[in-house]
């Protein structure tokens, strides 16, 4: 996979962003920017920052745009992000799309290259969802039923501990869904005109969505 300008992997919460990211990333040679991850980060270290998005986080609403905007500039300006990175959860709203749109402009650098776009229907969304469990240290996402670790609660990988996030429980889950619904699923709109947008069936395993994937990024 060759890879030149910034991808944006779009799709409702629990249709495998996260772990098609850090595949293609680690493909491409490129980081993998999770805002979740990073606003996790920023609860977990307690900053101001994570002191504002805590409550919002937990309860599967939104944190504010320009917050999000601004910790995705201020990421972009890091040397590793000079030949692009791969964007998990993030733009959300059309609003972050439109700032991430003016945000490449002023920069005069690198634009989006691709926005893959991974489609799941909701029952499934939500059984992944429930099941999921990630891990504290290395942030490995397992599943209880699809891809459990070796050892219960135990990352594969480094050993750390399994953990559900939460706002993977049942009601926030749907509460989520329909967030995705009136925020998100506009930008379906806003990109499906450009060149670089794919729509790929999140279904299978995955490494069949990852070769799905690399079918449009090749
Ligand atoms: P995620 O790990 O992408 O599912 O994100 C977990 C939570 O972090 C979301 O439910 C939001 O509360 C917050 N979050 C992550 N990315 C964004 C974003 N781009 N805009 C607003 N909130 C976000």
């Known amino acids: 996979m060759a890879g030149t300008g910034h991808i944006i992997l779009l799709g409702a919460p629990g249709v495998g962003k996260g772990t098609q990211a850090k595949v293609i990333a680690a493909e491409l040679g490129l980081p993998h920017v999770s805002t979740g991850d990073m606003l996790r980060a920023s609860v977990a270290a307690g ?20 917050l999000v905007l601004g910790v995705v500039a201020e990421r972009l300006r890091a040397e590793d992000a000079a030949r692009g990175v791969v964007f998990d959860g993030f733009p959300r709203t059309v609003v972050q799309a439109e700032g991430l749109k003016a945000l490449l402009e002023a920069s005069g650098g690198l634009g989006i290259a691709h926005v893959i776009h991974i489609i799941l229907d909701s029952e499934e969304i939500v059984e992944r969802l429930s099941g999921r469990r990630v891990c504290r ?33 049942p009601e926030v889950i749907r509460y989520r869904l329909a967030v995705y619904e009136k925020e998100t699923a506009p930008l379906v709109a806003f990109y499906r005109q450009q060149p670089g947008y794919a729509e790929v069936d999140g279904n299978g395993s995955t490494a069949a969505v990852t070769d799905r994937i690399r079918c449009f990024l090749e």
Do not use: W
């Not at 805590?54 to 320009?66: I, Q, W, Y």
């Open 47 to 66: 900053t101001e920052l994570g002191k504002r998005a805590k409550a919002v986080m937990e309860s599967g609403a939104l944190v504010n745009d320009e």
């Open 137 to 169: 240290d290395c942030g490995a996402i397992y599943h209880v039923r699809f891809q459990p670790p070796k050892h219960e609660g135990r990352c594969d990988r480094c050993g750390g501990e399994l953990f559900q996030r939460d706002d993977d429980r």
